[in-house]
Structures are given as structure tokens and as C-alpha cells.
């Protein structure tokens, strides 16, 4: 299998910080893969909130996620505290890709870089809906 080549954008619009639990951690002593995707879901959510919306009510309709990639640079230990980058990138009709870029805070050290596809959904019917253009406005906002 071909090795997944992602290139970062030049900004970002959101950052938080997550620490790196005991429970994030696996028996190789780093931090496990699937729990990469729990700290982007965290970091995801919280990005949500920082627009004033929860991902299940973003003006009348909700997110789902459709796919995701993840690049792997480096390990992350327990105790450690991670800065999660994220800037909202490739709109389509129904979402919009987020993109991340996960580094330990103390040393800038690398650790992932992806993206995560969202995808809007009619929370009645559960089929994809249009992004609302309120929230399409603010986000196209957020990248100037």
C-alpha cells in the first residue's frame, strides 16, 4: 500500500488543547491509534462549540462524519499535552473536510495530520442535507 502524503494548509482558524489520559495510551506505551480519533472528535466538537453550535444541532440540521484520514508523524506519551490545529477546507453541497494538526505543545513536535469529512444530515429523515448557508458563511469567514 501506497504511504499517505498530506500536505498542510498555510493557517489554521481554531486551536485547543487536549492532554494525553492513561486511557488514550496502549500496550506499546504510546498513544493508540483509535484513540487518535477520539482526541479529533474531541478537538472536532470543540471546534463546533467555538462557532456556538453542538455538532448535533448546527442550524436545524446535524454532522456525521463520512471518512477520515490520518498521517501518523509521531509518538504521544502519556501526560502529555497536545495542540489540535484545525481550519475547515474542501466544501462540497453536504459538508465540508476539517483538517488537523496535532502537535505535543511542549516541544512542537509533530505528532498526526489529517482530515475529517462532515457531512450535514436532516436529523428527521437522516439523509444528507444541504449546509446551511449561515453556517457556510461563517466558516468561509473563519478562513479569511
Do not use: C, W
Not at 489520559?21 to 470543540?46: C, K, P, T
Not at 462540497?92 to 482530515?115: C, I
Amino acid at each position: 500500500m501506497a504511504r499517505i502524503v498530506f500536505e498542510l494548509p498555510a493557517k489554521f482558524s481554531f486551536a485547543t488543547e487536549l492532554q494525553v489520559y492513561i486511557s488514550h495510551v496502549n500496550q506499546g506505551g504510546h498513544l493508540d491509534n483509535a484513540q487518535l480519533l477520539s482526541l479529533v472528535s474531541e478537538a472536532r466538537l470543540r471546534f463546533f462549540q467555538s462557532l456556538g453550535y453542538a455538532e448535533a444541532d448546527v442550524e436545524g440540521v446535524s454532522t456525521v462524519v463520512g471518512d477520515m484520514v490520518a498521517q501518523y508523524k509521531s509518538e504521544a506519551f502519556h501526560g502529555e499535552t497536545l495542540r489540535v490545529e484545525m481550519v475547515p477546507a474542501d466544501f462540497n453541497k453536504y459538508g465540508f473536510d476539517l483538517v488537523f494538526h496535532m502537535t505535543e505543545k511542549s516541544q512542537g513536535r509533530e505528532v498526526a495530520r489529517g482530515k475529517t469529512g462532515v457531512v450535514f444530515i436532516d436529523r428527521a429523515t437522516r439523509k444528507v442535507a444541504p449546509i446551511p448557508k449561515v453556517i457556510a458563511e461563517r466558516l468561509h469567514t473563519a478562513l479569511a
